[in-house]
């Protein structure tokens, strides 16, 4: 079998859109949804896979901004939209579009390439670690209480609908951002993501809602959430379905989880995409009754590993001696030498001196933004200590005090 692996033209998009449809299960995307997934592509960054007219694989890079530690917004590819026709499997498609993408990626100077799976089993063999952690929560708020820190009476509560109430969410959304690794910085166009409101996304809610918290006329946080109505025998059983919570203080913060958990004829909240530290797990009165679990969330792959380790700060000096595997990459592959001083500022620089630790790109990728543990990685066999000391001072200079988190998708 013969494809074409080329960039897309303006005449191409349909097509291309078409084949990504049918991959992920066939459903027609909305007008509005082709409308807004049109107006924030950038050709120019997607590829296709050809078979005479008809397009079998797709793959696409958004150009984003990324937090690292330390509180840079380092360019990084958001990989998205990846597929390959099922009457196409087994023809090396997929490996052909990663090879292109991430010699694409390198070309356009971004250090990271990252992205969000549909599947967790496909991209650690192109060199992408899963770097983040999603929290699921199902609250049942007839029986949860919340614990209020002082201030959170102090904070009013204002309805508004998520257009009217956009800017201010936004500017909210902006100054988190900087504070959480693993945050996309939103680029132009991407304000639209957290109102669009499909009906088909609703499972059977209501039109999105919002919810602002302000402090001395400063609006301090935001929630977005649908109404899910359910009745039985024995009275009300709606759901509340938050999509984003957003708040700069813990007062503003209580006060949205407090208004949530006290909906009217509700009797669960739910949760689809929270950080791993969440602080509502530190002020809910029954953890158990919070239905807690964990997934994947934002996977990290070092496109140019020097610039992307020098990109990050470092939470203690280090200086250690990597010994790197990146078949895939092999740019990124060998003895590298990376030192960081007190204040986090790092070099990192090849290197003939013997190696002191010993790991894949995939394992770098997971532990960059600081939330996965070198030592776990060590434990599980993954990581390879060659000089003593050496696992333990690097595994706390990549640490983060703040979870890493990605608070939507792409």
């Not at 508004?160 to 945050?183: H, I, K, M, N």
């Amino acid at each position: 079998m013969t494809t074409e692996l080329r960039v897309l033209s303006d005449s191409d998009w349909d097509a291309w859109l078409d084949c990504l449809e049918v991959a992920f299960g066939g459903v027609p995307i909305s007008v509005k949804g082709r409308e807004m997934y049109a107006e924030l592509a950038e050709p120019d960054r997607a590829l296709g896979h050809w078979d005479g007219p008809d397009c079998v694989g797709t793959a696409g890079a958004y150009s984003f901004r990324v937090t690292v530690p330390g509180g840079r917004a380092v360019p990084a590819a958001g990989v998205t939209m990846v597929s390959v026709a099922s009457t196409h499997r087994r023809h090396g498609l997929l490996t052909a579009l990663m090879r292109r993408q991430l010699d694409d990626v390198r070309s356009w100077g971004e250090p990271l390439a990252v992205l969000t799976a549909s599947e967790p089993g496909i991209y650690g063999r192109f060199g992408y670690g899963a770097a983040t952690t999603e929290t699921s929560l199902r609250i049942d708020s007839s029986r949860v209480l919340l614990s209020a820190p002082a201030g959170t009476d102090g904070v009013r509560l204002r309805r508004t609908s998520p257009a009217a109430g956009l800017d201010a969410c936004e500017a909210v959304y902006a100054r988190l951002a900087a504070s959480r690794p693993g945050t996309p910085v939103r680029q132009p166009g991407w304000e639209r993501l957290p109102v669009n409101d499909p009906e088909s996304d609703r499972r059977g809610g209501s039109p999105l809602q919002c919810v602002l918290a302000e402090r001395d006329g400063e609006v301090t946080g935001y929630v977005t959430y649908h109404i899910r109505p359910a009745w039985d025998d024995s009275g009300p059983k709606g759901t509340v379905a938050v999509r984003d919570l957003m708040a700069l203080d813990p007062a503003s913060y209580a006060a949205l989880w407090r208004f949530l958990l006290g909906i009217d004829l509700t009797s669960v909240v739910e949760c689809r995409n929270r950080p791993a530290d969440d602080a509502v797990l530190r002020l809910v009165s029954d953890v158990r009754r919070c239905e807690v679990r964990l997934r994947d969330g934002l996977y990290v792959r070092l496109v140019e590993l020097d610039a992307a380790l020098e990109a990050r700060s470092y939470r203690t000096p280090v200086d250690v001696v990597l010994e790197v595997e990146d078949p895939f990459c092999p740019w990124n592959a060998g003895r590298w030498r990376l030192t960081a001083d007190a204040e986090g500022a790092a070099t990192c620089r090849r290197t003939q001196e013997e190696p002191e630790l010993a790991l894949s790109v995939t394992e770098l990728g997971a532990a960059y933004l600081g939330g996965v543990s070198l030592t776990a990685l060590a434990r599980a066999g993954l990581v390879r200590e060659l000089r003593a000391g050496a696992l333990a001072s690097a595994a706390l200079a990549f640490s983060s005090d703040t979870q890493p988190w990605c608070p939507h998708g792409f």
